[in-house]
Nanobody
């Protein structure tokens, strides 16, 4: 079982930065793939970024729309995963969700993530 609590959302002007945090609890955190997804009003929830670190395996993925602007990272000592967002655009406005996939295979598919946080709102003004 993994429990996830996001924080760090807010209102920012275009071109600004925000850092989202996701505090996790549960024994499977260290081996889980951790991901960020986002959902804009009236739209489906979409993949943003994911990271997994296991012995002899390190994977990081980004959606094309955020590549070179967003950075995902995790702090095992704090059981926390971060999403550093820079050069924000109005189209980045959405509710951002942290998620965990405890499965054996690395995945960025929303269907494979069993655990979800409650979401944090990010609003980028033009």
């Amino acid at each position: 079982q993994v429990q996830l609590i996001e924080s760090g959302g807010g209102l920012v002007q275009a071109g600004g930065s925000l850092r989202l945090s996701c505090a996790a609890s549960g024994r499977t955190f260290s081996t889980s793939t951790m991901g960020w997804f986002r959902q804009a009003p009236g739209k489906e929830r979409l993949f943003v970024a994911a990271v997994r670190n296991r012995p002899n395996e390190r994977k990081i993925s980004y959606a094309n729309s955020v590549k070179d602007r967003f950075t995902i990272s995790r702090d095992y000592a704090k059981n926390t995963v971060y999403l550093q967002m820079t050069s924000l655009k109005p189209e980045d406005t959405a509710v951002y969700y942290c998620a965990a996939d405890s499965g054996a295979d690395y995945s960025i598919s929303i269907r494979d993530y069993e655990y979800w946080g409650q979401g944090t709102q990010v609003t980028v003004s033009s």
